[in-house]
């Protein structure tokens, strides 16, 4: 087998077993959340409330930000 097709073979071994991985990773983590929600509905409601909110104030202040340099930059330094 030419080196640069086991190359191949190998990148692609690898990724799969990395995607294999990542997807019981993820099964795991979606079972605990699932036994969080089923045994502390309230808890889980005000962890997610409180993410969403963080995640609003974070996305917020980066539009703020990038909204503020576009209208600090001179009509010379804006692209056409």
């Known amino acids: 087998m030419p080196?640069?097709?086991?190359r191949h073979l190998e990148s692609a071994l690898?990724?799969?077993?990395?995607?294999?991985?990542?997807?019981?990773?993820?099964l795991i983590g979606l079972a605990?959340?699932?036994?969080?929600a089923v045994a502390m509905p309230?808890?889980?409601?005000i962890v997610l409330g409180t993410l969403s909110v963080l995640?609003?104030?974070g996305?917020?202040?980066r539009r703020q930000a990038t909204d503020s340099s576009r209208a600090?930059?001179?009509s010379s330094d804006r692209p056409k």
């Open 3 to 6: 080196d640069k097709t086991k």
């Open 14 to 26: 690898g990724y799969g077993i990395g995607c294999a991985v990542l997807g019981v990773v993820a």
């Open 32 to 36: 605990i959340f699932g036994l969080v």
């Open 42 to 45: 309230m808890t889980l409601s």
């Open 55 to 57: 995640a609003f104030l």
């Open 59 to 61: 996305w917020r202040r």
């Open 72 to 74: 600090s930059m001179s």
